[in-house]
């Protein structure tokens, strides 16, 4: 079973809330994914957890904060958003992390900042 | 210059037609490659995945690398109106950590 799931599938959030994105996926991958992905683009990279270490951070702003609890969970704490953050969130997983493994996104989070 | 290349369409055919999706690259180090097919509001969904240069086909999709003219296609034989999605070539270098490089995605509608 190829899935990756995230919750919620839509969040509005005003520039002073805190919200957490959550995924999770059960195919025993070992590397997990953000993306944030704005219409007409290709998703663009955030971070990358291998082995729930994070091993790719792309100069991401830190009112985005991740965190893999354990394997299977990969969480995105969201504090003091700006309008130009509303996106589409997507999580991946693939099995190591080393390039060579295919990533399986999930539907996503859709969220708005107000 | 981008590091991948794809032409964004739209691209619109008539139902039954024969799809050509293309992106071209300039890092001769990659060698993983990959399709994805994005419905609207959706997460991108794999459909292909090729290591190095040739051939790979699964039922309607034939993916093909051309790692000496650093290119790469998607083919769709027999589109359906359910083909009608954005189309996102994505492709990587072994030890990158997972870093995938994505094309512009391109815009297929196949009509009735």
């Known amino acids: 079973d190829t899935e990756v799931t995230q919750t919620p599938k839509h969040l509005v959030m005003g520039m002073t809330n805190k919200k957490s994105l959550k995924c999770e996926q059960h195919m025993g991958h070992r590397a997990m994914y953000w993306y944030k992905q704005k219409a007409k683009k290709p998703p663009e990279l955030m971070f990358v957890?291998?082995?729930?270490?994070?091993?790719i951070n792309e100069s991401v702003p830190s009112r985005f904060s991740p965190e893999c609890p354990n394997s299977s969970l990969l969480n995105l704490h969201l504090h003091a958003l700006q309008p130009e953050d509303s996106a589409l969130y997507l999580c991946?997983?693939?099995?190591?992390?080393?390039?060579?493994?295919?990533?399986?996104f999930g539907p996503g989070t859709r969220l708005l900042v107000l | 210059q981008k590091e991948v290349e794809q032409d964004p369409g739209p691209l619109s055919v008539p139902e039954g037609a024969i799809v050509s999706l293309n992106c071209t690259y300039s890092n001769s180090a990659f060698q993983y490659f990959m399709w994805y097919r994005q419905y609207s509001r959706k997460g991108p969904e794999l459909l292909m995945y090729?290591?190095?240069?040739g051939n790979k086909e699964d039922g309607r999709f034939t993916a093909q690398v051309d790692k000496s003219s650093k290119y790469i296609s998607l083919f769709i034989r027999d589109s359906q109106p359910s083909d009608s999605a954005t189309y996102l070539c994505a492709m990587t270098r072994s030890g990158n950590t997972g870093k995938l490089i994505f094309g512009q995605g391109t815009t297929l509608q196949v009509k009735p």
């Open positions: 957890y291998s082995y729930e270490k994070l091993s």
């Open positions: 991946a997983s693939s099995q190591a992390g080393t390039g060579k493994e295919t990533q399986y």
């Open positions: 090729t290591y190095s240069s």
